[in-house]
């Protein structure tokens, strides 16, 4: 069965600081890989994708992350962070041959000090 | 702008009833899907739509759980017989096709 692991659940930081967030899926298969974000008290919204093509793909707000096919992994990264990126991180993965479903990791709280 | 909206926003109820929770998706978007999320853990999924067809419905949990959706429309999920288990927030998301997933606000379903 398909599942996702974000190893750190909950990440405190000083502004300026680099950020890297750890995915790791398991699927045998080709795979569309997500980051969702939520900010307190909004939906969640697509922070990037990754398709096909370049694996390093670039997101909304600085964000960006790298598909490493053979460490099934999608880490996320931002070079400096704001305080305003404390919010809740989703790594997700939908496999090409399902009917579309996303098989969410339980998310990793980050929250970023002034 | 028209996301997808959810319906009532927070339901408290008592063991035992039933509930019925209300998606209107983003026009045109013919894909839907309903995730729960229990506390401090990530979304589960549900059921999904194409259409007003669910071509799976692996994610429900158990046969009190019951979901239908109008065309390419609004989608009501039912909880019959309500248990405390039950307690979660229930998103719903639409898309066109396989690409990105938009979601709703959720429903904060608490049952006493």
């Known amino acids: 069965a398909q599942s996702v692991s974000q190893h750190n659940h909950h990440v405190i930081l000083s502004e300026a600081a680099s950020l890297e967030l750890g995915c790791n899926y398991s699927y045998g298969g080709t795979v569309n890989l997500f980051w969702y974000v939520q900010y307190p008290g909004q939906h969640l919204q697509l922070l990037l994708k990754?398709?096909?093509?370049?694996?390093l793909v670039k997101g909304i707000k600085g964000f960006e992350a790298e598909f490493i096919k053979s460490k099934f992994s999608f880490n996320l990264r931002k070079p400096s962070v704001q305080w305003s990126d404390t919010a809740e991180y989703f790594c997700a993965v939908k496999g090409s041959s399902n009917t579309g479903k996303l098989i969410f990791g339980q998310g990793t709280t980050l929250q970023v000090k002034p | 702008g028209a996301g997808v909206s959810q319906s009532p926003s927070n339901k408290v109820t008592e063991k035992g009833k039933d509930v019925e929770l209300r998606c209107d998706p983003i026009?045109?978007?013919?894909?839907l899907y309903w995730y729960r999320q229990r506390l401090g853990q990530g979304l589960e999924f549900l059921i999904y739509?194409?259409?007003?067809?669910?071509?799976?419905k692996s994610g429900l949990p158990s046969d009190r759980f019951s979901a239908e959706r109008t065309g390419e429309s609004v989608s009501t999920l039912t909880i019959q017989r309500t248990q405390q288990e039950d307690s979660a927030v229930y998103l719903c998301?639409?898309?066109?096709?396989?690409?990105?997933?938009?979601f709703g606000p959720g429903t904060r379903l608490t049952v006493l």
């Open positions: 026009s045109g978007h013919t894909a």
């Open positions: 998301a639409s898309s066109l096709s396989s690409s990105e997933q938009f």
């Open positions: 739509f194409q259409g007003n067809s669910a071509p799976d």
């Open positions: 990754y398709f096909s093509g370049d694996p």
